[in-house]
């Protein structure tokens, strides 16, 4: 008989040691294979959701430091070697300290890595879109990977959390490039699913404490939800993760498309949970992307799928009162369509891809993002669809 998975859920009030150490040993105690699992391993890797420039960690945007910390001291259970790492732009000083990471932990034994110093290898992705791509060098060599994404919205993908997470173990530039070559929503959660194979998961612990709403994953709001989730499928974690702030499994690419490709459980029917119920956790007035309000799309005709694409991407459009010229916008952007006009950034609307790569990177909030008039009113529809959709079921 197939053991099902299995997603641990318990509670934190905040992000105070007394609170979030016993509520992630908690957590971890609910899944049995978690002792095993460390038994025996020298290295671990541990992936952390950051994203620089940074701002302050109480807008809600990476993985706390002190739940970062207090998986830390969870792990020296078992006396292994600890990295952290991740992508990281390293020109404006460490990011480690700018993002309060060294700081929280500086009593703690663990390595922190900026994964282009240690290098990537070249690895064949067994994908149906990516074939071979680069993949962090340090995070396949490790005995054990564990993954600490943050709950959160996001604009492009409507939402971020385990899967998505390990986007980050690629170089900067080639994430730039397939967001190039993926422009539509679908495709490219599904180029996220290819990378996401590419190194088994052995656990993924989520911080859920305090999770960003709206318009994600760096210009939405903090809201607290109050939890922790823990699990060794990472498909199950964000089918979880996801319906708690109101999204089913199918209506989330990543997760959808790990599910259909047998990479982890989507079907909250085949994922048992434990620790708190998830009827108990449910936040229902949680605030998604506007994009989101998209989400019947699925049960559009094919043919109709890009005209709705189309007219419900954002555009992003510069607050020239705000912008400071730092430039990390047009650093960032994969079609290099944002140039500096009188030391502000300008966006050419005609050439963009819609991927908001540029909204992700603003630390100024400078950056708002328009609707085409259709995609408002279709939003507007998709609304009433959607709570009416929530009260029957």
Same mark, same amino acid.
């Given at each position: 008989m197939?053991t099902?998975a299995?997603?641990?859920? *318990?509670?934190?009030?905040?992000?105070e /040691?007394? %609170?979030?150490? !016993?509520?992630i040993?908690k957590? +971890?105690s609910?899944?049995p294979?978690?002792?095993?699992?460390?038994? $025996?391993?020298?290295?671990?890797?541990?992936?952390?959701?950051?994203?620089?420039p940074?701002?302050s %960690?109480?807008?809600?945007?990476y993985?706390?430091?002190?739940?970062?910390?207090a998986v830390?001291?969870?792990?020296k259970n078992?006396?292994?070697?600890i990295?952290i790492?991740d992508? &990281?732009d390293k020109?404006r000083g460490?990011?480690?300290?700018? /993002?309060g990471?060294?700081?929280?932990?500086?009593?703690?034994d663990?390595?922190?890595s900026i &994964?282009?110093?240690? $290098?990537?290898q070249e690895v064949?992705?067994?994908?149906?879109l990516?074939?071979?791509?680069?993949f /962090?060098? #340090?995070a396949?060599?490790?005995?054990?990977?564990?993954?600490?994404?943050?709950?959160? =919205?996001?604009?492009?993908t409507?939402f971020t959390?385990a899967?998505?997470?390990?986007f980050g173990?690629? !170089?900067h530039?080639?994430?730039?490039?397939y967001?190039?070559?993926?422009?539509?929503?679908?495709?490219? *959660?599904?180029?996220?699913?290819?990378?996401f194979?590419?190194?088994?998961? @052995?656990l993924?612990?989520?911080?859920?404490?305090?999770a960003?709403?709206?318009? $994600?994953?760096?210009?939405g709001n !903090?809201?607290? %939800?109050?939890?922790?989730?823990? /699990?060794? @499928?990472?498909?199950?974690?964000?089918?979880?993760?996801?319906?708690?702030?109101g999204?089913e499994?199918?209506?989330?690419?990543?997760?959808w498309?790990?599910?259909?490709?047998?990479?982890g459980?989507?079907?909250l029917?085949a994922?048992?949970?434990?620790g708190?119920? &998830?009827?108990?956790?449910?936040?229902?007035?949680?605030?998604l992307?506007?994009i989101?309000?998209?989400?019947?799309?699925?049960y559009l005709?094919?043919f109709?799928?890009?005209y709705f694409?189309h007219?419900? %991407?954002?555009?992003p459009?510069?607050?020239?009162?705000?912008?400071?010229?730092? $430039?990390?916008?047009?650093?960032?952007? !994969?079609?290099?369509?944002?140039?500096?006009?009188?030391?502000?950034?300008w966006?050419? #609307?005609?050439?963009?891809?819609h991927c908001?790569?540029?909204?992700e990177? +603003?630390?100024?909030?400078?950056?708002?993002?328009k609707?085409k008039p259709?995609?408002?009113?279709?939003r507007?529809?998709a609304?009433?669809?959607?709570? =009416?959709?929530s009260?029957?079921?």
């Open positions: 197939m099902r299995r997603v641990a859920i *318990s509670r934190a009030a905040n992000y /040691s007394k %609170v979030i150490v !016993p509520a040993e957590a +971890c609910l899944i294979e978690t002792e095993s699992l460390f038994r $025996g391993r020298a290295k671990i890797f541990v992936k952390v959701n950051l994203l620089s940074f701002s %960690v109480d807008r809600a945007i993985t706390h430091p002190l739940f970062v910390r830390i001291e969870f792990l078992w006396n292994v070697s990295t790492g992508d &990281l020109r460490d990011p480690f300290v700018s /993002s990471l060294k700081p929280a932990l500086k009593d703690l663990v390595e922190f &994964l282009k110093d240690k $290098g990537f064949e992705t067994g994908g149906e990516i074939k071979t791509t680069l /962090s060098r #340090e396949l060599e490790a005995d054990l990977l564990i993954n600490l994404p943050k709950l959160k =919205t996001h604009s492009f409507i959390g899967i998505k997470n390990m173990l690629i !170089p530039g080639l994430r730039l490039k967001h190039r070559e993926h422009i539509w929503n679908e495709d490219f *959660s599904n180029a996220l699913v290819d990378i194979n590419l190194r088994k998961l @052995d993924t612990i989520m911080d859920a404490v305090v960003m709403e709206g318009e $994600g994953p760096s210009s !903090p809201r607290q %939800v109050n939890l922790v989730l823990v /699990s060794q @499928d990472a498909c199950a974690l964000d089918a979880a993760a996801g319906k708690i702030i999204l499994p199918d209506q989330v690419f990543t997760t498309h790990s599910h259909r490709r047998k990479l459980a989507g079907d029917k994922i048992e949970i434990v708190e119920k &998830l009827e108990d956790v449910l936040v229902p007035d949680f605030k992307s506007a989101a309000f998209g989400l019947f799309r699925r005709p094919s109709l799928y890009p694409q007219q419900l %991407v954002f555009i459009e510069i607050k020239r009162e705000q912008c400071t010229g730092c $430039g990390d916008c047009q650093r960032a952007c !994969p079609a290099h369509v944002i140039k500096m006009i009188d030391h502000r950034a966006i050419d #609307e005609s050439h963009c891809l908001l790569c540029c909204h990177s +603003c630390s100024y909030n400078s950056i708002r993002l609707q259709v995609g408002r009113l279709i507007e529809a609304s009433l669809w959607h709570r =009416t959709r009260l029957v079921s």
